[in-house]
């Protein structure tokens, strides 16, 4: 067979593989999977999840490498400048992307914000807030008359980090995100973007070419 028709091959395998442990996981409300269980989800020999996914830890690792890739993309997507009058506004469309990707993935929800999945994968949530953040910053600085800065940049990833915790806290009381919880996220998070940002920011006329 031709390389490249083992490599699709190969990559259908581990979506198969991850949407079976994906909806496994929905239906026993727990990560706690094993790779056997895994197998018989996705129809598979359970030595074909071995060849992927060494352990249940490495099938949430690879969980959660394919949700980091949707929350990037989201972040990555333009917005609208006549939807924004203030900078904050810009990390308003961001929590409410956000959270629809959770309420749309509730397992990604699980990942990042219970507390079950093991440091590897909340390492690996950080590093995205990271890119994230930088994202984010430039989407600033394209849209408002602020000065670009490592500083800035650091800052806004912090700020996404701050997000999180307020959300990992009404999801570890609650199970879900709550509506309060999400405004006092938001609260939290501009609240400390101020500290670099201040008040008020001009608008910028036309944003600044991608």
């Not at 690879?62 to 929350?71: D, E, H, I, P």
């Not at 430039?138 to 940049?153: C, G, Q, T, W």
Request: glycine residues 4%; aromatic residues 8%.
């Amino acid at each position: 067979m031709p390389q490249p028709h083992r490599q699709a091959r190969g990559r259908a395998r581990m979506e198969q593989i991850l949407d079976a442990a994906d909806a496994l996981i929905r239906a026993q409300d727990s990560t706690a999977i094993s790779l056997q269980q895994v197998a018989e989800a996705a129809a598979l020999p359970t030595a074909s999840l071995y060849h992927y996914f060494a352990t249940p830890q490495a099938l949430l690792m690879g969980l959660a490498r394919r949700y980091v890739a949707g929350f990037e993309a989201l972040a990555q997507a333009p917005l609208r400048h006549d939807r924004l009058r203030q900078w904050p506004d810009i990390c308003a469309i961001h929590a409410e992307k956000s959270l629809r990707f959770y309420h749309d993935n509730p397992v990604a929800m699980r990942l990042f914000l219970g507390p079950e999945s093991g440091w590897d994968i909340r390492a690996a949530d950080l590093e995205a807030n990271r890119r994230i953040g930088a994202i984010y910053c430039r989407k600033l600085v394209r849209h408002f008359v602020i000065a670009e800065s490592p500083a800035l940049e650091e800052a806004m990833a912090i700020s996404v980090t701050i997000a999180d915790a307020v959300w990992a806290l009404s999801f570890a009381r609650a199970g879900r995100v709550e509506p309060a919880m999400a405004e006092e996220s938001l609260r939290a998070r501009v609240a400390y973007l101020r500290l670099y940002v201040g008040e008020f920011a001009e608008k910028r006329a036309k944003p600044l070419p991608e």
